[in-house]
């Protein structure tokens, strides 16, 4: 299942040869097959030539020739071998003494068929002999033959560095109608564009509806938002540079209620990427979003972990890409370390990060400073027998300038950081030897922050989900989700002493079914219970909420 966005709505996730006209069925040749060898051939076609009748003499020719051929002739000595009964292994000196009388056995009308000329063999390859070329043959005809993916050749297009598979052609509403995306595929050039569409409402009776100048919390009101993405990559490998590809990419999004916006039309990414040794060392840099490079959610999907806790951090967004350079070196195929220099968002957060800079060229923004990620983590893919492994922990350090939660009047204070500490494990394959990834997980994530600085001090969240839950739908997703979000004690004694209402953390639990309803078009529904819908302060009205959540995601 491909990612498309982080719960509650606040930020944006998105996941993402042969030759099309080359038929699989011409992969293996209609081959006729060689019984005899080129001595053999000469042979009889050299007898063939010369039953002419002359005479006398043709009788004596014939008897001759036919002599010669049935003591000389080992293909034949081989046939009459077969035909006898009472033949068993024996030592190559009595074949030898043994070759005329077996011979002589033979019915007139098999060898009148052995000696009759054979029909000329189809050429085998320079320098192979007949013989061995016909065990080939037959070998190739008795393989089975592999099922040709016609969209492999885009394999090498997608995105590379991402936590998630960006999907293929394959699974886009257009896949290559037209060939425009062979013909872009035949000079380096890949794409993947996707809308992501979701709409949140408020189910439970007086659920405080308000103006949208005045909303809190998203489904307050109705609330609808929508993200378009368009990536394009360039394949550098074509120049000799390994696994290289540039990569760039534009983000428009639109909210009805705009706190986790903006509105904006701008960069996604910019990013240049190649690897090093063998793919030991991967480096990107460029404008990247950070959000999809680190501490991701294993089975992604609409529900994903609310990452806010690290966005408040520095961590860049899809609405939000920064400058950075990433390094991952792997350990080997499971185990790896990534570590990132990124530029901060801002320390206000990402809503006013996207209102300096909404088009994501600002090199920087108002006190924003340097951010330094490492993440170690390790990660098996899932195989009959083996389940998906995902281990992940990371930490952040921010030298952005942040202001003092306890004392909002105070100057700013450089220095912020974070961590976070995920699982996610298969507990059963359904499916092991067909589709091994399909089956029940279960994970866990945990984030922190100081509250001096951030107002999510903590963030629990705990996951069960299913991967192709039933073999009529095996590409669909059922999944629930609880979370616990602490506010910062010192913002929530702040809102206490000014005699708010104010609660410490807020509680949802969240499920949802997300189906595959044809190749790029995925749609979800779910109900969300929210204890504390709001941040820090609520109202008598605002204390539940009952989300009903409905997503659309489309690929092309």
């Not at 990452?307 to 860049?316: E, I, K, N, R, T």
């Not at 992940?392 to 912020?416: F, M, W």
Request: hydrophobic letters at 40%.
């Amino acid at each position: 299942m491909p990612h498309a966005a982080a719960s509650s709505l606040r930020a944006n996730q998105a996941a993402y040869s042969w030759p099309a006209d080359m038929d699989p069925n011409y992969a293996m040749r209609d081959c006729l097959l060689a019984t005899t060898s080129p001595r053999t051939y000469s042979a009889t076609a050299a007898l063939s030539f010369n039953l002419r009748p002359r005479g006398k003499q043709s009788g004596l020719a014939i008897a001759l020739s036919l002599a010669a051929c049935l003591v000389g002739n080992p293909v034949l000595a081989q046939t009459a071998s077969g035909l006898d009964p009472s033949n068993h292994p024996v030592d190559q000196a009595s074949k030898r003494g043994k070759t005329s009388d077996r011979a002589a056995k033979l019915p007139i009308d098999l060898i009148c068929q052995a000696i009759r000329p054979p029909a000329p063999a189809r050429a085998a390859g320079p320098g192979v002999p007949l013989e061995k070329r016909g065990n080939a043959d037959r070998a190739a005809q008795t393989r089975p033959q592999k099922t040709i993916d016609p969209f492999q050749r885009y394999d090498n297009l997608r995105e590379k560095g991402l936590w998630f598979p960006i999907p293929g052609p394959a699974d886009t509403i257009d896949q290559d109608k037209g060939g425009v995306r062979s013909a872009l595929a035949d000079v380096g050039i890949g794409y993947i564009g996707w809308t992501h569409n979701s709409f949140a409402s408020n189910q439970l009776p007086h659920a405080a509806r308000s103006t949208i100048a005045n909303q809190l919390y998203m489904g307050q009101n109705p609330t609808f938002a929508s993200a378009n993405f368009m990536i394009v990559t360039y394949d550098l490998s074509r120049f000799g540079i390994a696994d290289g590809q540039i990569v760039v990419g534009a983000e428009q999004q639109y909210w009805t209620w705009d706190r986790p916006g903006p509105d904006r039309v701008g960069l996604n990414t910019l990013a240049y990427y190649q690897t090093f040794f063998n793919r030991t060392l991967e480096l990107k840099l460029g404008y990247l979003r950070n959000q999809n490079e680190f501490t991701g959610t294993l089975f992604g999907g609409i529900t994903g972990s609310n990452m806010s806790a690290l966005f408040q951090a520095g961590m860049s967004t899809n609405a939000a890409p920064t400058p950075a350079a990433n390094l991952k070196y792997n350990f080997d195929a499971r185990l790896y370390n990534k570590v990132s220099v990124q530029r901060s968002i801002s320390p206000d957060g990402a809503y006013a990060h996207i209102t300096e800079n909404p088009t994501g060229l600002k090199w920087s923004t108002a006190n924003a400073g340097i951010l330094l990620v490492e993440e170690a983590g390790y990660k098996s893919k899932a195989a009959p027998g083996v389940p998906d492994t995902w281990l992940r922990a990371g930490v952040g350090l921010n030298r952005s300038r942040y202001t003092n939660l306890a004392d909002p009047k105070q100057q700013r204070e450089s220095g912020n950081n974070f961590h976070y500490i995920a699982a996610d494990r298969q507990l059963w394959q359904s499916d092991a030897l067909g589709s091994p990834s399909r089956g029940i997980y279960g994970g866990f994530s945990v984030m922190g922050a100081p509250p001096e600085r951030n107002r999510i001090s903590r963030y629990y969240e705990l996951r069960l989900y299913a991967k192709g839950p039933f073999d009529s739908r095996p590409s669909d997703l059922i999944a629930l989700v609880a979370t616990n979000t602490a506010w910062s004690k010192l913002a929530v004694d702040a809102a206490l002493a000014k005699g708010q209402l104010a609660h410490r953390d807020s509680t949802a639990v969240t499920g949802t079914y997300i189906a595959h309803l044809a190749p790029g078009i995925y749609a979800s529904v779910g109900l969300s219970y929210i204890h504390y819908p709001t941040i820090i302060t609520h109202t008598p009205q605002t204390e539940h909420a009952l989300n009903l959540l409905i997503s659309t995601l489309i690929f092309f």
